[in-house]
């Protein structure tokens, strides 16, 4: 069996006509390392020249679609569950398809349409600025008003494209309309991250944009939004447990705490709500008087270990814990953290 199975598989499609900034972006997506991914080329390039520049770099599966029905074509017979569109020169951040990987599965079972992330342009003079400087938002009528998206921080999901069927005048050989949000937003639910995918390289070359309102969608989202939230508890939310242990360092996370009740369950929650699989969490109560063990036992199923005994303050507790730690990493939480 793939220890990789159960990630979902990335479908990256690339529009542009430089060579050389084509291969930035590639290079881009083959430094997540990310085990199940491919990307499709729209370009009116050399075949035998683009193939050229990959031949000494790891990349994933590339081919070229210079037309549009074969570019559509390729796009719905493709049975990946995410499908990114980018244009050339623009770059994913490190671990980006990870991050997105983990959001769609978690919340898997929710019509997921789009998945949407934070991320960065880079203007003419190398100025760099936060897509959303506050959070990320998402109003299908904003949009349809003229206000955009940088498509390299927008997934679309598998399902969506069974929904949408057809994707005339959504698709082109060289760009994607922002009809195609607009359809799925109204169709779909949509998941939206504070996580940075992406930096995108904007000039007045670039067809992807044109407003300066580029990326700033709306103050308030639709009711189809679902916030990613990773630090909070929400039993709405589907959890997804497939990872593969092994392949996880185990952490070990360690809290001192002294009649800090009023901050601990929120410390506590912080760290379980990462539902990292391969945990080790530990709490060293220095025995408080106030209602910290009554916290503690609440969930203290899902902790390694614990204890409430009286010790000489902070660092005591944690060079206590670590003691007990046998985790490849190691830290320690502060109970107001």
Known sequence: MNTYQAYPHILIVIFGDEISRIIETILSVSQQKYPNCECIVAANVDPNTFYQYLNPMEVPVVVLYPETQNLKTAIQNSNSSLIGFVYAGDKYLDDSFWHVAEV???????D????????????????????????????????????????????????????????DNLVY??????????????????????QPISISYINKKD????????????????????????????????????????????????????????????TIESVLGQEYPNLEYIIIDGGSSDDSVNIIKKYEH???????????????????????????????????D
């Open 302 to 336: 899902k902790l390694a270990f614990w204890v409430s005994e009286k010790d000489s303050g902070p660092a005591e507790a944690i060079n206590k814990g670590f003691r007990r730690a046998t985790g490849d990493i190691v830290v320690w939480l502060n109970s107001d």
């Open 112 to 167: 997921i349409g789009l998945v949407i992330g934070n991320g960065y342009i880079c203007s003419t003079g190398d100025q760099v600025q936060r897509l959303h400087s506050r959070h990320v938002t998402f109003n299908t009528q904003k949009l349809e008003k003229n206000d955009y998206l940088v498509s390299s921080t927008v997934f679309v999901t598998h399902y969506a494209m069974k929904r949408l069927g057809s994707l």
């Open 207 to 266: 067809s992807s944009v044109t407003s300066n309102n580029c990326g700033k969608i709306a103050d308030e989202s639709s009711k189809n939004v679902i916030y990613h939230i990773p630090f909070l508890l929400n039993d709405e939310i589907s959890r997804y447990h497939s990872f593969n242990r092994n392949l996880l360092p185990k952490i070990t996370i360690v809290t001192p705490s002294f009649n800090q009740s009023q901050f601990l369950e929120r």
């Open 173 to 194: 050989a060289d760009r994607i309309s922002s009809n195609l949000w607009c359809r799925i937003g109204t169709m779909c639910k949509t998941i939206v991250t504070d």
């Open 104 to 110: 769609s599965m978690r919340h898997r079972n929710h």
